[in-house]
């Protein structure tokens, strides 16, 4: 496939909405325009620069748009439909339920992973071993309030750790959600002095901001040793089982595998190892109606690629497509509805001195499509010019199915680094970078 490399932009329309997004529409003419373009971006309110951020999480019924914002303490939430941010969820209105995990660097870090259910509540692991739930129904009294907190630590022989901001179960991290049965599965990926394990918790509540747990999973109990960690659950409707991610559970080549694991038995049905593949797993995204995901891979041999996205059948575990190396595997990926691809931040560029760029991937035959915005080797004034950033690390995405949008979080670059967040006149705290199908 030819590189493609953007022109000038030229700002037909700029502007400036109550929210504070800011958004700037540009053109392109090149002989192949490209599947996606950078829209504009949405700065995210002060008081402090959203430098420490992880999953993001889009609800497909309600197009809003959330991401773990660890530097304010909060989940922030976003209008998919109109690309208005809408606001920040933090504490109860008493302030006696709080995210309490502290910033990136720390086994108490938090929160962390996001997902919604179909009551309009959204859950996130925090750094004290707890969940949080929150309510985004917009005709709730607790409208963008946390409801609920759930202790996962102490509670069987599987959790024998303790729980709070010093407590040695650590965070919980990444999360997810069987609507089928109603169920949510969270994993605590770094305890100390215990295998990480995952709980199953109840999304029914039994009375207000009661949510049962159900479980919990001891990964080495079932012939699994997780010894770097635990990434991502995944649900799997046409199967009704989770995929697990684990990094390393191969001790020779330190390769890891995906769990296949039944919500309500516990266990793990079977186990598909990326030995072959060379592949420590993170995050993992599905392509709806199929067998096939794809999974953001670190090498573990030092061999270039230093991470790659990897694109399985998992009914057979073999690879589907020519292997993907323009761009790296990032932490999350994301498979966008509206048009059946795979997205992945990544920085990891084959023409560029790795600016960090969003990589997309089509789903139907696993091959690498483009990196947006096309990363050129000098870092010039024009957004597209470098990537999404040159320096500081992507953040993670999600893409709402009812226009195609693709949500980024970008980092503040470290100076003299640029990203594409100071292009659109906001102050430069980093911003949600809004991309969307090229017109």
């Known amino acids: 496939m030819k590189q493609r490399k953007w022109t000038n932009v030229l700002a037909l329309v700029v502007a400036v909405v109550a929210s504070g997004s800011v958004f700037s529409v540009r053109t392109n003419s090149q002989d192949q325009p490209p599947h996606l373009q950078l829209l504009g971006t949405i700065p995210i309110p002060a008081p402090n620069p959203i430098s420490s951020t992880d999953i993001v999480w889009a609800d497909q019924p309600t197009g809003k748009v959330f991401f773990s914002d660890r530097s304010n303490s909060a989940v922030e939430v976003i209008d998919a439909a109109s690309d208005l941010f809408v606001g920040r969820i933090t504490s109860n209105a008493g302030g006696t339920l709080k995210f309490t995990g502290s910033a990136f660097g720390s086994t108490h870090e938090g929160p962390n992973g996001v997902v919604s259910t179909t009551d309009k509540k959204v859950w996130a692991g925090d750094g004290d071993s707890t969940v949080k739930v929150a309510d985004f129904d917009p005709t709730s009294p607790t409208y963008l309030q946390i409801i609920a907190s759930i202790n996962t630590a102490g509670l069987t022989p599987v959790s024998a750790c303790t729980g709070g901001t010093a407590g040695s179960c650590n965070r919980n991290d990444e999360i997810g959600y069987d609507p089928r049965d109603q169920i949510i599965m969270v994993d605590n990926d770094e305890p100390t002095s215990i295998q990480p394990f995952s709980t199953f918790i109840s999304a029914k509540a039994t009375s207000p901001g009661v949510y049962p747990v159900l479980g919990q999973i001891n990964y080495a109990a079932q012939g699994l040793v997780a010894s770097g960690g635990l990434e991502q659950p995944l649900w799997v409707p046409e199967y009704g089982v989770f995929l697990q991610t684990l990094p390393t559970t191969d001790a020779a080549t330190g390769a890891g595998s995906i769990a296949v694991i039944d919500p309500l038995t516990e266990t793990v049905e079977r186990v598909i190892s990326l030995a072959a593949y060379d592949c420590r797993p993170s995050g993992e995204a ?34 589907i497509g020519p292997g993907i190396n323009q761009l790296g595997g990032g932490d999350e990926v994301n498979q966008n509805p509206g048009n059946n691809t795979f997205i992945v931040t990544s920085n990891l560029d084959a023409v560029s001195a790795n600016p960090i760029v969003l990589g997309v991937i089509d789903a139907d035959s696993g091959t690498w499509i483009e990196n947006d915005p096309p990363a050129t080797p000098a870092v010039g004034a024009t957004p597209g010019s470098g990537g999404l950033a040159t320096s500081g690390r992507g953040g993670n995405l999600a893409a709402w199915g009812g226009n195609s949008h693709v949500f980024v979080v970008v980092h503040p670059a470290t100076p003299p680094g640029t990203d594409v967040c100071g292009f659109f006149g906001a102050i430069d705290y980093g911003c949600v970078a809004v991309f969307g199908p090229a017109q």
Request: charged fraction near 10%; proline fraction near 9%.
């Open 286 to 319: 599905l392509a709806p109606g199929t067998v096939l995901v794809v999974v953001a891979c670190s090498n573990t041999t030092g061999a270039a690629p230093s991470s790659f996205p990897l694109v399985i059948d998992i009914d057979t575990g073999t690879e």
